[in-house]
């Protein structure tokens, strides 16, 4: 049994892929956030289970605490003896291919396969998924009717109990997964032969790296490349990338001498790289944006989390929610750096209580700078809607957000060691190289924004004593993003010597 599902996608993805995941797995290099998101994708599968009605259930498990295939393809047959009308985690095997349907609903003389998905559209890997679970069933001599994703329906609203006829959308893909169908028999039998086979298959370097999910194995495969290459171009597509790959430019080198059309921003980084040259200044484009700020003068943070299932009442799925904020305050140019936070109880939906102290935090009519504000306006507009009582407020504060992004997207201010980038965890080294206390990396638990998410998240239930160290770590993050936008509004100022 040496095909599943799950491994015959990533087949379908790269035929690289799936050898290294079988036999050098160490290579890996994965997405921080996958545990969560493996983890919400299980609640949401089991909360999918009752859809039609009452269940019964295959899982399995060893005395190790592993999947019991065995035990699930006995069960799975047993409740088809029966005449269950839904058998969720539905087993089969035939010549080496197994899967485990999410939902095999029984329909007139035969069954629907529905496949349940976290995602709130269907995605053409999906429906590879759906072919190759119909071609084990329909090999394995049941007769199946219907093929369905069930997804999230992204416009569904929260109010008391989740109702989960209305937060999951049904879709008929019978007809869409035609031309995949056809295609299982042949791309088992090539699977099959890849995993038998003890060498490394030769694959190169394309679209397939990076859909449809990104690739873990990316920096052994690209390992030879030379730093930084054609990937590393700002803003530039995959596809791009990989068209220019396939012509030999590859290098930066490769791109000077190409002559293929840059950005703005793209030559500007090129250029930077292959002469070497020292950090830019524009100080007259530098001032004019330091000349659109005033006192009290105020740098904000938001931390949020987003969930499928929504945890609160008014809440969509994957809504933004912000549960936590850092803000620096100067009253005037010679007044103390004072320092104000927030984070929410993690038992109870956080937007209100976080709405009330900002607004109570901040200073009237205060100056706001945001790092990318268009992410904090979003959230303050959210909630203003939310909170009709608290709009007006909010949307003041909106009104008076101003963006630091800008200097460096508008190019003001660039340096080498950017690579293109102007995310503050980019430029925030680039310009304090050798300041131990704004390095990310320096701090505990909790280093990025995806770990503030998986953070929060975790702390209910926790035990006191863990609970109240992680919280210190995410007060700690959050406080760095606005000390870091403190420092480069400072650095800005030396540059123009105000």
């Known amino acids: 049994m040496n095909l599943s599902k799950s491994k015959y996608t990533r087949f379908c993805q790269c035929p690289k892929m799936l050898w290294l995941d079988t036999y050098r797995p160490e290579l890996a290099v994965q997405d921080e956030s996958l ?17 039609f009605g009452k269940f019964v259930e295959t899982t ?85 009717e219907g093929t369905y994703i069930v997804f999230i329906d992204n416009t569904y609203v929260r109010q008391g109990e989740i109702d989960i006829h209305k937060l999951f959308r049904v879709q008929d893909v019978s007809a869409s997964i035609l031309p995949y169908y056809a295609e299982v ?70 791109i000077v001498k190409s002559g293929i059309p840059l950005s703005k921003a793209q030559q500007r980084q090129v250029e930077f790289e292959q002469l070497e040259l020292p950090t830019h200044i524009d100080r007259l484009g530098v001032r004019s944006f330091l000349e659109t700020l005033r006192y009290p003068l105020c740098f904000l943070d938001f931390e949020t989390f987003q969930t499928g299932i929504p945890l609160y009442d008014g809440l969509k799925p994957y809504q933004q929610v912000p549960f936590q904020y850092s803000l620096h305050i100067l009253e005037n140019q010679d007044a103390p750096l004072v320092h104000r936070e927030f984070l929410a109880d ?18 009237k009519g ?7 504000k268009g992410f904090e306006c979003g959230r303050l507009k959210e909630l203003a809607e939310t909170f009709p009582d608290l709009s007006e407020k909010l949307l003041a504060i909106c009104e008076n957000v101003r963006d630091l992004l800008d200097v460096f997207r508008k190019g003001y201010v660039y340096d080498r060691a950017m690579g293109g980038s102007f995310s503050i965890k ?55 993003d606005t000390l870091a936008m403190v420092m480069l509004w400072q650095r800005l100022r030396e540059f123009c010597h105000i």
């Open 35 to 51: 545990q969560r998101r493996f983890q919400e994708g299980n609640v949401i599968g089991d909360l999918a289970m009752g859809l």
């Open 60 to 144: 399995a498990y060893t005395a190790e605490g592993k999947l019991d295939i065995s035990a699930m393809l006995k069960n799975t047959q047993k409740y088809l003896l029966a005449g269950e009308e839904n058998i969720c985690e539905a087993a089969f095997t035939k010549n080496g291919c197994y899967c485990a349907v999410d939902i095999l609903h029984k329909s007139g003389e035969g069954y629907e396969i529905c496949e349940v998905k976290s995602s709130t559209d269907i995605k053409d890997v999906y429906l590879w998924d759906v072919a190759y679970q119909r071609w084990v069933l329909e090999q394995s001599g049941l007769k199946i």
């Open 185 to 254: 028999a042949q791309n088992t039998e090539r699977a099959k032969a890849c995993l038998a086979q003890k060498e490394e298959p030769p694959q190169i370097i394309g679209e397939q790296c990076f859909a449809p999910y990104g690739c873990a194995y990316w920096q052994y495969c690209a390992r030879d490349l030379p730093c930084p290459n054609v990937f590393d171009l700002y803003r530039l597509s995959v596809k791009k990338a990989c068209e220019y790959l396939r012509r030999g430019i590859v290098s930066f080198s490769d």
């Open 346 to 363: 993690e038992n109870s939906d956080p937007r209100r209580a976080l709405a009330e102290r900002l607004i109570a935090d901040l200073p």
């Open 366 to 372: 205060a100056c706001v700078l945001a790092y990318n």
């Open 426 to 480: 980019k430029v925030l080294p680039a310009l304090f190289p050798k300041n131990a206390n704004l390095d990310y990396h320096n701090l505990a638990d909790v280093h990025n924004g995806s770990e503030a998410t998986d953070t929060y998240l975790a702390l209910r239930g926790m035990e006191k004593e863990e609970r109240d160290k992680l919280r210190q770590s995410l007060l700690a993050y959050c406080g760095l």
